[in-house]
């Protein structure tokens, strides 16, 4: 109502010949609040029915013809190997072109055509072939694991104790772990081996692709279980980020040494450390829940405590809230590049 008041006290002062930059500046509004509200100073009249921008006819806009001679010159075999760039500046000196460098990369992008583009050739070479975005969905418990493997420094610089470590992606649940002095397809076989054991069989395990985890021997032991594998894509880190998540906790623990003593104090650190983690850590992914709570599938009967709690606070304290307090919502679906799916 105070707005309305003070356009109508603009527009008085505009009427006698005062400056609409002063007569705002006076009343301490702004100029686009003016003339976005007055009715006789309105720039634009709202429409009913208003046309997402995406769909408005653009009259500058490629035909489907200069987008398919674009499509036609970043698919020929004369520029394949080349970058975007490279390919739109030779196709534009040979005059395979009407458009701007920026138009062809657009056209480009929309159809995955960006990026290394180049093929691997030569005697005794074959060709690479492109590696598909992993798309994992962990609605539930035992839905994905994930699993990899890092370093933890020991006394010696030459000392480099490996890190095995596999979590139930939904719950974040660490599900299998070994500290060894080395990567070794056998004993990332044992891991899964005992896991799966103690934790059941998981529908799918994902992992980056290092050796271990792309080792015949692995592969076949996790397809004889009913296990479905899962692979990142070679250079991306994003592919597997709830491990690479997990080590970065660790690792940045305030109690994580910087060298270990020996291999079996690193056991028994990270030992204490996962059963703290799983048990105690309130994890920003799981709604302020324990990996464990989750996991276990206690986290619904917190979940209602919770409330409960809030609802007896605010009952007490109303004056304290504009609406009734809820605890953070319970765990959602997640999973390895689920946005992409989303978005398809």
């Not at 301490?28 to 921008?53: A, D, E, K, M, N």
């Not at 674009?70 to 005059?95: M, N």
């Not at 597997?240 to 079996?264: A, H, Q, V, W």
Request: aromatic letters at 10%; hydrophobic letters at 35%.
């Amino acid at each position: 109502m105070a707005t309305l008041v003070g356009i109508d006290t603009v527009a008085t002062l505009v009427g006698i010949g005062i400056a609409v930059t002063v007569g705002c500046g006076l009343l301490g509004l702004t100029r686009s609040t003016f003339y976005r509200i007055s009715r006789g100073y309105r720039h634009y009249q709202p429409v009913v029915v208003p046309v997402p921008q995406a769909q408005r006819y653009q009259p500058a806009a490629l035909t489907t013809d200069e987008r398919a001679q674009i499509l036609c010159v970043l698919t020929d075999d004369d520029y394949s190997d080349l970058s975007v760039v490279q390919a739109y500046w030779r196709a534009f000196d040979a005059g395979r072109l009407a458009c701007s460098q920026r138009s062809f990369y657009r056209v480009a992008k929309a159809a995955g055509l960006v990026g290394d583009r180049r093929r691997v050739r030569g005697p005794g070479r074959r060709a690479s072939p492109s590696r598909r975005t992993p798309i994992a969905v962990a609605a539930g418990v035992g839905d994905l694991w994930s699993w990899d493997v890092t370093e933890l420094r020991g006394p010696r610089t030459q000392d480099r104790y490996k890190l095995y470590l596999a979590i139930d992606v939904f719950s974040r649940y660490p599900v299998g772990w070994r500290i060894e002095h080395s990567e070794d397809r056998q004993l990332a076989v044992e891991m899964f081996t005992e896991a799966i054991t103690a934790r059941g069989t998981p529908k799918v395990v994902h992992a980056d692709n290092g050796g271990v985890m792309r080792s015949p021997l692995l592969i076949e032991a996790l397809t004889a279980s009913g296990v479905l594998t899962s692979y990142s894509r070679p250079r991306v880190s994003d592919d597997n980020p709830f491990s690479e998540s997990l080590f970065k906790t660790i690792k940045y623990d305030l109690d994580c040494p910087d060298r270990f003593e020996g291999i079996e104090a690193a056991r028994e650190w990270t030992c204490g450390f996962l059963h703290r983690y799983a048990t105690e850590h309130r994890h920003s992914g799981l709604g302020r829940h324990t990996p464990a709570a989750v996991h276990h599938g206690t986290a619904a009967t917190i979940h209602r405590q919770r409330q409960q709690h809030l609802d007896r606070y605010w009952s007490a304290h109303p004056q304290r809230f504009r609406y009734r307090p809820h605890p953070p919502a319970l765990p959602k679906p997640t999973g390895i590049n689920t946005h992409l799916s989303q978005a398809g």
